[in-house]
């Protein structure tokens, strides 16, 4: 035996060869790092009946180890089932069937959702263990029975040979909860979810329904949440913070990058994002109000507010200081600006030219001063092929009077750099094994 789907309504006889019932579930105790299975659920004409699964014998695959594991013939019972104590299922343990198979989950490694459509298991010592799960069509034709094997043998000679998506029980994540069926947790929520780049949570997120997207925000820490709503399809982002409490969207939003927050309540319709302003912090609602007023088409509605501005005054010792001070609320770091005592842009240094220079040294002997920017009205196109032709990590924003209102970082700008055909975000292919 190689998958639950070939034990799954086999007849089960009893020592003289009469047929009791048929193989219904199996269970599994979720202790240690992989579950093994105690049980196998028997339907019966009087109901079903938990047998240990000390009490059941069938015949090895004649090809061994290299064979696919079919069982030949009945599952058979050590004892007349009268005779056998029956299993009492405890608590949290997972009647695989039920809980797991047709489940769907999320292949962390492979950062995409996929529905289940058969169990690994593996010989653990005297038992079998759950080792992993498989995705694929192939194992959908598995449960067909019979009619597979044709249609396997037509793939291989085709030289398209079906090949079997096993995703390892430590990269697996449910993510129903047991109001939509899932009676069981296969991991502790999210925890693994949360480890992952926050581009691959969004790629997640967009292939679940908005609720379902909402439930796994939920579980993260909002930073982590932030971030990943933060790289979501617009669209996405809207139904995510629609599903979420006003105090729970209302952290999030306070996490994120102002000009993401501010796109963000952009698309969301206008009442609901007036109560979550209303909600924010007064200082950073202020900042996210104010990129509000700009089109988003523009270098206004690109912008973030979050930089790091210093006076003409201060030496590179001090600037460094200054730094550490405001490195944490800006978006980037790798430049710094200067500006005179009527904040008007008036130099620029790189982070690189800041460490190099001895620390007495003034910023404005140092400072580049004819600093590429660009105007707060200009189109977001424009800006882009600015930060594509200077090769600039991030542009400054001015206003009319060279006032420094703000960055935009080639992150913001990164698709309308890229070639129309290339915008899409590409899928993550799909890790498959061949047994």
């Not at 799954?8 to 009791?20: E, F, S, T």
């Not at 579950?35 to 339907?43: D, E, G, K, L």
């Not at 079998?128 to 009619?147: E, I």
């Not at 709503?229 to 669209?235: K, L, V």
Request: glycine letters at 6%.
């Amino acid at each position: 035996m190689k998958y639950l789907t070939q034990i799954l309504n086999k007849r089960v006889v009893d020592p003289a060869g009469i047929v009791v019932g048929k193989v219904a579930d199996a269970v599994a105790q979720p202790e240690g790092r992989l579950p093994s299975v105690t049980s196998i659920v028997v339907a019966t004409p009087e109901g079903e009946v938990y047998i240990p699964y000390a009490e059941v014998e069938f015949d090895p695959d004649p090809d061994g180890p290299v064979g696919t594991g079919q069982i030949q013939g009945d599952i058979r019972l050590l004892h007349p089932i009268g005779g056998i104590v029956p299993c009492t299922p405890a608590e949290g343990d997972m009647r695989l069937r039920r809980d797991v198979l047709d489940r769907q989950i999320v292949d962390v490694q492979g950062s995409r959702v996929v529905r289940v459509s058969d169990v690994r298991l593996a010989e653990c010592g005297g038992s079998y263990c759950v080792v992993g799960v498989d995705a694929s069509l192939r194992a959908t034709l598995r449960r067909l029975g019979v009619v597979s094997k044709p249609i396997e043998a037509a793939a291989r000679k085709l030289g398209r040979p079906l090949r079997s998506n096993l995703i390892g029980w430590d990269d697996v994540q449910t993510l129903e909860p047991a109001s939509a069926g899932g009676i069981i947790q296969l991991k502790v929520p999210v925890d693994k979810i949360a480890r992952l780049h926050p581009a691959d949570i969004a790629d997640i997120m967009e292939q679940l329904t908005p609720q379902q997207s909402a439930e796994m925000i939920e579980g993260l820490d909002t930073e982590t949440a932030a971030d990943a709503i933060a790289e979501a399809d617009p669209n996405v982002q809207v139904q995510i913070m629609q599903q979420l409490d006003d105090e729970r969207a209302t952290d999030i939003l306070e996490e994120m990058e102002p000009d993401e927050a501010a796109d963000l309540l952009d698309d969301m319709p206008d009442v609901r994002s007036g109560e979550l302003l209303d909600q924010m912090e007064p200082d950073e609602a202020a900042e996210v109000r104010e990129l509000l007023a700009y089109d988003e088409d523009t270098a206004g509605g690109l912008m973030t507010t979050e930089l790091v501005a210093i006076g003409t005054e201060l030496t590179c010792e001090q600037t460094i200081e200054k730094l550490r001070e405001l490195a944490p609320k800006a978006e980037t770091i790798y430049y710094v600006y200067i500006v005179d005592e009527e904040e008007r842009l008036v130099g620029v240094l790189s982070l690189r030219d800041l460490v190099i220079a001895p620390p007495e040294t003034c910023v404005a002997d140092i400072m580049v001063k004819n600093v590429i920017h660009v105007y707060v009205d200009d189109h977001a196109d424009q800006v882009a092929q600015i930060i594509g032709r200077y090769n600039l990590l991030a542009v400054p924003v001015v206003n009319e009077e060279e006032k420094l209102l703000g960055i935009i970082t080639v992150d913001d700008t990164i698709e309308r750099l890229l070639p129309p055909e290339r915008r899409r975000r590409l899928p993550i292919p799909a890790l498959e094994s061949e047994e």
